[in-house]
């Protein structure tokens, strides 16, 4: 969550150019916004996710020196880390929808990572897999979440991009 706190006030300050650029019918100024946020943003979280992954078992023991815990704590660090880069399309994907007034799908979007997908998934994968289905559940909302976000997105963009 720190390491995206980022990226929600990256998208935060996207949100009032891409709503004053839609509201001015310059929607070639919203794409272009768009997908400097998503670019940018995925570069960012990429390299988090790698210093997260390779460091993982230093960063658990941080927070808590327990050899239990740093082993349990590494693989569910490694699995975030992993769908981490995905984030910058979902975020930036809810905050365009938001900003252009499309309620709805920028409900679907925001409702995706944390619940339509996330509440089977931990409900279903810990009876599948047990403590490694824990550790992979968000991970695989993340993975189902953006390929939501993407045809919402592109399905906007391309409206933009005809207008």
Same mark, same amino acid.
């Given at each position: 969550?720190?390491?995206?706190?980022?990226l929600?006030?990256?998208?935060?300050g996207?949100?009032?150019v891409?709503s004053?650029?839609?509201g001015?019918?310059?929607?070639?100024? !919203?794409?272009?916004?768009?997908?400097?946020?998503? +670019?940018? =943003?995925?570069? $960012?979280?990429?390299?988090?996710?790698? #210093?997260?992954?390779?460091?993982?078992?230093?960063?658990?023991?941080?927070?808590?020196n327990d050899?239990?815990v740093?082993?349990?704590?590494?693989?569910?660090?490694?699995?975030?880390?992993?769908a981490?880069?995905?984030?910058p399309?979902?975020?930036i994907?809810n905050m365009?929808l938001?900003?252009?007034?499309?309620? !709805?799908?920028?409900?679907?979007?925001?409702s995706? +990572?944390? =619940?339509i997908? $996330?509440i089977?998934?931990?409900?279903? #994968?810990?009876?599948?897999?047990?403590l490694?289905?824990?550790?992979?559940?968000?991970?695989?909302a993340?993975?189902?979440s953006?390929?939501?976000?993407?045809?919402?997105?592109?399905?906007?963009l391309?409206k933009m991009e005809?207008?």
């Open positions: 969550m720190f390491v995206s706190s980022a929600i006030g990256f998208g935060q996207y949100q009032p891409c004053f650029n839609y001015a019918e310059k929607k070639g100024r !919203v794409r272009e916004g768009f997908f400097f946020c998503v +670019r940018y =943003g995925t570069m $960012f979280l990429s390299t988090m996710a790698l #210093l997260c992954f390779i460091f993982a078992p230093h960063i658990i023991a941080f927070f808590r050899p239990a740093i082993a349990v704590g590494t693989v569910a660090l490694r699995w975030q880390a992993a981490l880069p995905l984030l399309t979902i975020v994907t365009m938001q900003s252009i007034g499309k309620g !709805v799908k920028a409900s679907i979007t925001a995706a +990572r944390s =619940g997908f $996330f089977p998934l931990i409900l279903i #994968l810990p009876k599948l897999f047990g490694l289905g824990v550790e992979m559940t968000q991970a695989i993340d993975i189902l953006v390929s939501v976000s993407i045809p919402l997105a592109a399905s906007e391309r005809r207008e």
